[in-house]
Every structure is written in C-alpha cells, then in structure tokens.
C-alpha cells in the first residue's frame, strides 16, 4: 500500500505505477490511501509566510502526544481537507484525560489483588451484560473502519463508547460494587480497562503502552498494545441485544428525568 497525497497523484503517484509496470514487470502496489491535506487556519493551505501554521512539537508539548495523534485521526475525512486548530487538540486532550482517569479508577480499587477472576460467561446483572455486548460492536465498528481506512469513523466510535458508554453509564453503575467482595465487577473492569486500553491504539499509543504496564502484574500479561491485540477479537456469543436495549430504555429514562429537573 503507498500513502500519499491528492496533490502528488498524477506528478508521482501514476509514474510509480507505469515505470513499475515497465520496468519490474510488476504493480508496484494494489492500494494507494490518499490522505487528508492540512488546510491553515485562515488560508486554504498550511503556509508559513501566512502565520497560519500549527507547530506538531509545541503542541505535544502543551496538550501531549496522544492528543495530537487522536485529533489528527478524528478528522481524518477523506476527501477533505483538515483544518487542525489548538482548540480541537485540547478538546481531544479531555478525552484522553478521561481514558486516564477511569483507569486510575479501576486500578485504585483493584489495588492489592494477586490474580485475575475468571470472565464470567454468563454475568447476571443487567450492566454487565449490557457493556460486554456493546463492546463487542465496538470491537466490530473499529476494525472494520480501519480496515477500510476510515480513520475518523474509527475515532468516532471509540469517544461515544469510552465516554458516554463505559465512563458516564458503566463505571458509574458498577460504584457501589467496587465497596463489596464482587468478584464479578472486578473481572468485568479489568477486563473492560484492558480493552478500553488497547482498542485506541495506535492513535493513543504512549497511553496504550502506559496501560499494559500497569497491568502486568495482574492476572496474565495483557500482551502487546498492538492492532491485533486478543482483547479485540469479537465474540459473537457475548452480543445480547436484549441487554442493549433494556439499558437503552433505563437511560432514556434518566435523561430524561435529569433534563426535566434541570427545567
């Protein structure tokens, strides 16, 4: 596969091809990503005579690594030019800080334990089968957007999962477990945090390494923060659209409850 730009298609692009074609007697390559062009600030392109240029390195340095990465992938349209602004950096910055502090979260209550339970199959609370069966649509969406380039569905799917699912629902609903000798709770979290942990990456990638380490000496190593990671591998039998759509109700309910008292 080649990666390049719309502007280079003709000039380089097509010249690869054909002298690949002549001369090695062979298609040089079947797929060509053509990526997204940086549009400045003020101007159509990204032009330092214009000021409008956003530096990369002072901006890992202000908002950090992860959150350039993600940014650049949400807005990775294609067909579509990118127009990166700081604020858009530091709104992705929230998310990852909100990745960071669920697991701290996790982690601090989990603190102490020697050995991973066991996944339950079958859990029996309404939450627990509710976020096993959305993460593996989750895990669906993803690979199935990067497969076919789609960064920015990608990026999508993974902030309306890990934000409004996992953190706003999830964590919230499973608090008072976190007090008691559940089991069941801390098998589903760790399990959900090694997920939530290495389905982002590589966009976050310096968070994704960051997190096998801090559970490596918990249960099996989570092994490596890579695209083909075991926790990505969707399980049919966990899919339980009488759960999801239980819990969708609940959480109309709510909503709808804290909208009218907001009134």
Request: aromatic share 10%; with cysteine; hydrophobic share 40%.
């Amino acid at each position: 596969m080649l990666v390049t730009a719309f502007d280079i298609l003709f000039f380089w692009v097509a010249r690869m091809m054909m002298m690949g074609l002549h001369f090695m007697k062979e298609v040089p390559f079947r797929e060509v990503y053509v990526h997204c062009s940086g549009a400045g600030l003020s101007g159509p392109e990204n032009d330092k005579s214009k000021g409008n240029v956003i530096d990369p390195l002072i901006m890992m340095d202000e908002y950090g690594t992860d959150a350039l990465r993600f940014t650049l992938t949400a807005l990775a349209v294609q067909g579509r030019d990118v127009k990166l602004s700081e604020e858009r950096i530091e709104g992705y910055r929230h998310f990852i800080n909100k990745i960071w502090n669920a697991a701290r979260l996790v982690l601090m209550n989990i603190d102490g334990m020697k050995e991973l339970p066991g996944l339950p199959r079958n859990p029996e609370k309404l939450m627990h089968r509710w976020i096993l069966s959305r993460l593996q649509q989750v895990v669906r969406e993803t690979r199935e957007a990067v497969e076919g380039y789609h960064f920015n569905h990608y990026a999508h799917v993974l902030y309306q999962f890990v934000w409004h699912e996992y953190c706003d629902w999830y964590l919230e609903m499973i608090k008072p477990d976190f007090y008691g000798e559940n089991a069941t709770a801390s098998s589903l979290t760790i399990h959900r945090r090694q997920s939530i942990g290495t389905n982002p990456h590589p966009a976050p990638s310096r968070h994704a390494v960051r997190h096998r380490g801090d559970l490596a000496e918990i249960g099996p190593p989570p092994g490596r923060a890579s695209w083909r990671h075991p926790s990505r591998a969707f399980e049919e039998p966990r899919v339980d659209a009488e759960a999801e759509e239980q819990m969708a109700l609940i959480m109309e309910v709510i909503t709808g409850i804290r909208i009218s008292a907001e009134r």
